[in-house]
């Protein structure tokens, strides 16, 4: 299957043995042993990925919203090859290893506020997953079990384990997984374009919080543990809460003792430009943020969440009343993984991303706005590094019609055939990419990205 120096694909071979034996994350099993699907990409550099055909393109959604620093990266790769030869594995049970440390010391260094304990797992799913079992075992010691509800938003992505599938409120991801679970409830996603009940945006708040309230009163705060949620939604669009929104949940859970959980996976290591989203982006501290994606920059995997000491000595020290947080997973804090995170650290403060981001995420913005001259583009929106485009042909529509579900992939391919990926997500078109991006490569980004819609919008009049 591979050349005799082992670098070289052979593609024919990896696309027939992909079509005939890989299940992919999100297959879809009518086409499962056929060939038309997805791309092979052989090789990358920097914001650019290459497919099989030798087809050189911007990546738009810098993988899945997480090759922060790029492909290519020399520093990160050698710091894997490195620890990967010194010590490339130790029970996280029984013993200590180096990266992990001086990681745990470094995400507690710039995690906001009092946020000071880090626990590692192995990706975004099992990061949300374990600060939303912790809130269980932390309510049994402290004596409330009934204090388990989660309150989670309409939109919201979470992840792909059972809990955080159930508490994942997009529709398309939910059907024959038996994900209903009588301690899940959601809430309306902040998403004033395709639910605009509550009028500008101040009003719309209002609508919010009352929402939020109504439902803590109606349920029992007795009955609530943790409200969950995205700084900004990403796969639900990046969808941009009203100004206030983090705020005024935050001050609504600290009354009724719930915990929040600021889910960081996407926005977490400089998407906005900064460490974190919560603070300063959204001034909050949390009481927990979950985190994974952007901490590696996708070289390998690492999740995990980082908790408050205000929280954590509630059932530590004294007050552990002889509890053990078993939540045993063999590769947390993976010493690989976690030289690998690292690494990635230092070439974001080497090499100034996050003020870079600052300075570009603007004119990004800025520029990403400018679509919505295009009568096909229903809403601009974004932050940071976080962009979408939602197309709508009746713009005032609160539901998405079935041409509109399908438009973002055929933007997409046009857009591909033109050298940039988009991520297509059924009417909207997300970009996020490397946050080492210079102004002149948005520039190209957007004008394929126009050409694209343009192209669309001309076939439909
Ligand atoms: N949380 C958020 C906000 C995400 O966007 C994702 C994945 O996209 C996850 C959690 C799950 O992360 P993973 O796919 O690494 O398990």
């Known amino acids: 299957m591979y050349s005799e120096t082992g670098s070289q694909w052979n593609v024919a071979e990896l696309e027939d043995a992909a079509h005939r034996h890989l299940i992919s994350p999100a297959e879809e099993l009518a086409k499962l042993g056929t060939s038309g699907g997805r791309t092979l990409f052989t090789s990358a550099d920097g914001i650019y990925i290459t497919d099989s055909r030798g087809r050189r393109m911007i990546d738009g959604p810098a993988g899945m919203w997480c090759t922060q620093v790029g492909y290519n990266c020399k520093p990160i790769a050698d710091a894997i090859a490195a620890q990967a030869l010194r010590i490339c594995y130790n029970s996280p049970w029984y013993s200590l290893n180096g990266p992990s440390a001086g990681l745990a010391r470094r995400i507690a260094e710039f995690a906001p506020g009092d946020l000071n304990h880090v626990f590692f797992t192995t990706g975004g799913s099992s990061a949300v997953d374990s600060a939303l079992r912790f809130m269980q075992f932390f309510n049994n010691v402290l004596g409330r079990p009934s204090k388990k509800t989660i309150i989670c938003r309409i939109d919201g992505y979470h992840g792909s384990t059972h809990l955080t599938a159930a508490c994942s409120g997009r529709a398309g991801n939910r059907p024959n997984f038996d994900l209903e679970m009588d301690n899940v409830t959601f809430i309306s996603a902040p998403n004033r374009y395709r639910?605009?009940?509550?009028?500008?945006?101040a009003a719309f708040l209002e609508f919010l919080v009352a929402e939020f309230e109504e439902r803590i009163e109606s349920l029992g705060p007795q009955n609530i543990g943790a409200f969950l949620a995205e700084p900004v939604l990403a796969s639900g669009g990046v969808i941009v809460?009203?100004?206030?929104?983090?705020?005024?949940?935050?001050?609504?859970?600290?009354?009724?003792?719930i915990l929040y959980i600021s889910d960081e996976v996407v926005t977490g290591f400089g998407r906005c430009g900064e460490w974190f989203a919560s603070e300063p982006a959204f001034d909050i501290v949390p009481d927990i943020i979950t985190f994974a994606k952007g901490v590696t920059s996708g070289y390998v995997p690492l999740g995990g969440f980082v908790?408050?000491?205000?929280?954590?000595?509630?059932?530590?020290?004294?007050?552990?009343?002889?509890?053990?947080?078993?939540?045993?997973?063999?590769?947390?804090?993976?010493?690989?993984?976690?030289?690998?995170?690292?690494?990635?650290?230092?070439v974001i403060e080497q090499g100034g991303l996050l003020a870079h981001v600052r300075e570009v995420a603007p004119y990004f913005q800025e520029q990403l706005r400018k679509l919505g001259e295009i009568p096909l583009v229903g809403d601009v929106r974004g932050i940071g590094l976080l962009g979408c485009v939602e197309c709508a042909t009746d713009p005032h529509s609160q539901a998405a019609t079935d041409f509109d579900k399908a438009v973002a992939a055929r933007i997409d391919r046009l857009c591909y055939e033109n050298g940039l990926i988009v991520r297509p997500i059924g009417s909207m078109c997300v970009l996020s990419p490397a946050l080492i991006i210079k102004k002149e490569e948005i520039d190209t980004m957007i004008s394929i990205l126009r050409e694209s819609i343009e192209k669309v919008q001309a076939e439909i009049r």
């Open 241 to 257: 809460p009203p100004k206030g929104y983090h705020r005024r949940f935050l001050e609504i859970c600290r009354k009724h003792d």
């Open 307 to 346: 908790i408050s000491d205000a929280v954590l000595g509630r059932i530590s020290g004294e007050n552990a009343k002889g509890s053990a947080y078993t939540n045993g997973y063999t590769y947390s804090g993976h010493p690989v993984s976690c030289a690998a995170a690292l690494a990635n650290i230092e």
């Open 195 to 201: 639910h605009p009940q509550g009028g500008d945006e």
